[in-house]
């Protein structure tokens, strides 16, 4: 299994509104693409001074899964949408059980 964590700080200028959309966007590629084995995306709740606004969690089976979302047409939209509205976007995958 891979596990795909990213994170996101949107801009100051980018309203609750706009943070909602990309929420509900990314929430929706987990129906569109088959090679996702769970996913999770959420806002951040404790707001610390390290914390990022937005961040998602997703797992794969293999690294063939993760190449064929990171390619496909919604996930590039989604992708494309959240760094236009983010100050910076951080991710890491990782070998997982």
């Not at 707001?47 to 794969?60: E, I, K, N, Q």
Request: aromatic share 10%; hydrophobic share 45%.
């Amino acid at each position: 299994m891979l596990t795909h964590i990213v994170v996101w700080k949107y801009r100051s200028d980018v309203d609750m509104a706009t943070r909602d959309e990309h929420v509900t966007q990314l929430r929706l590629l987990s129906s569109l693409i088959p090679e996702i084995e769970s996913f999770n995306v959420g806002f951040d709740t404790l707001h610390l001074a390290r914390s990022y606004d937005t961040g998602l969690v997703a797992v794969f089976r293999d690294c063939a899964a993760l190449d064929a979302y990171t390619i496909h047409p919604q996930h590039i939209a989604v992708a494309d949408f959240g760094r236009i509205i983010s100050a910076h976007v951080a991710s890491v995958d990782f070998e997982s059980e």
